[in-house]
C-alpha cells in the first residue's frame, strides 16, 4: 500500500492527548471538532483508505494530527488545510517530525483550489470531516474541476449511510445518487462516538468514494440534479407528479421508467436516462 517508512521524528511525538494538553487546546464546535486520538483508529482509516505512495493525500482538518500522522507514518506526502490557526505550532511540530512531506495550509476548505494544492497532479482526499460541512464539502469534490484519484471520508452514520444507500429505503436519495453516478461508494468503517474528544450526539462512519473510470459529462450531472431534487422533493409521490414540470409521464417513458413509480426505488441508472431524456429536450 505505501512506501517504505523514511526514517523521521514521528516515532518521538508524544501522545496526542499531551499535545492538546501542552498546548492548551479544546475543541471548538464553530469548527465542528471531535478529535480522534486513538492512533490504532487514525492508521486503520489510512489502510482503508488504500492509498498508493505516488501521490500526495490532501487531508481536511487536521487538527491535532493524528489523522495526519497516520498518513505520515504510512509514507505518504501530505496536504492538510486548517481553518483553525490556533493548530498551526503542533501541526508545525509535526512537519518538522516528517520533513518535506507536510506542508500545512490555513485556509477554508469550501473555499481552496485542491488542483493548485496538488500541484496540478493526482491526489486523493482523506478526512475526518467537520460535520457542519461535509455534505457541502462532498458535493463540491463530486461536481468541481478537481477529480481526486478517491476519497476516503468520516461522516456522522447517517449521512454516510445515505452516500451509499442502494435504491428501496428510506436512506436512497439525492446524495447516494449523485455520489454513485459519480463514484463507486462504499462504507467501511463504523465507529462509535466514544471514539471521538470530545465525543459528539451521533454515530459515525467512514464512506471511501473512487470516483469511475468514466463519469457522466458536466450537463448530465447538472440535469441528474434538477431530475432528482424533483423527485425526491415529494419523495412520497409518483414520478409523474414529482416530475410534471420537467415532462411528467412523457418524460418517464421517454426514459424506460414507470411513471407511477416512486423515486426511491429508481436505480441511480435510471435517474441518468431520465437525465440524459432532459438534456436532449
Ligand atoms: N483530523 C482531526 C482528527 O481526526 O482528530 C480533526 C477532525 S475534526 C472532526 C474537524 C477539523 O476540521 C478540525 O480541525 C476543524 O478545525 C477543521 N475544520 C472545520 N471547518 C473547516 C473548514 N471549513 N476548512 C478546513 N478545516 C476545517
Known amino acids: 500500500m505505501s512506501a517504505p517508512a523514511p526514517p523521521d521524528g514521528l516515532d518521538d511525538l508524544p501522545p496526542l492527548r499531551d499535545v492538546l494538553a501542552g498546548a492548551g487546546l479544546s475543541a471548538d464546535k464553530r469548527f465542528g471538532q471531535h478529535f480522534l486520538l486513538d492512533l490504532n483508529v487514525t492508521r486503520k482509516i489510512v489502510r482503508l483508505a488504500q492509498l498508493g505512495p505516488d501521490q500526495p493525500v490532501i487531508e481536511v ?49 469550501l473555499a481552496v483550489d485542491e488542483a493548485a494544492l496538488a500541484g496540478g497532479g493526482p491526489a486523493s482526499i482523506v478526512s475526518n470531516l467537520p460535520y457542519n460541512v461535509g455534505t457541502p464539502l462532498l458535493v463540491k469534490w463530486l461536481t468541481g474541476a478537481f477529480r481526486p484519484v478517491s476519497m476516503t471520508l468520516m461522516f456522522q452514520k447517517e449521512v454516510a449511510d445515505r452516500i451509499a444507500a442502494p435504491p428501496g429505503g428510506r436512506d436512497y436519495g439525492r446524495l447516494g445518487v449523485l455520489a454513485q453516478a459519480l463514484c463507486h461508494a462504499e462504507k467501511v468503517m463504523d465507529l462509535p462516538a466514544r471514539a471521538f474528544t470530545p465525543p459528539p450526539k451521533v454515530a459515525s462512519a467512514v464512506v471511501r468514494l473512487t470516483p469511475l473510470a468514466e463519469p457522466p459529462p458536466a450537463a448530465l450531472v447538472d440535469a441528474l440534479q434538477t431530475v432528482t431534487a424533483a423527485a425526491f422533493g415529494q419523495r412520497r409521490k409518483m414520478l409523474r407528479s414529482s416530475l410534471k414540470v ?4 412523457a418524460l418517464c417513458e421517454a426514459a424506460g421508467l414507470d411513471p407511477n413509480a416512486r423515486a426511491e426505488t429508481v436505480p441511480v441508472a435510471g435517474f441518468l436516462r431520465l437525465a440524459a431524456v432532459m438534456g436532449k429536450r
Open 61 to 109: 482538518g487536521p487538527g491535532p494530527g493524528g489523522l495526519t500522522r497516520a498518513l505520515l507514518e504510512a509514507g505518504l506526502r501530505v496536504i492538510a488545510v486548517e481553518k483553525d490557526p490556533r493548530f498551526l505550532p503542533v501541526l508545525a511540530q509535526l512537519a518538522a517530525a516528517a520533513p518535506g512531506r507536510l506542508t500545512v495550509v490555513e485556509a477554508d476548505a
Open 246 to 249: 420537467l415532462g411528467g409521464e
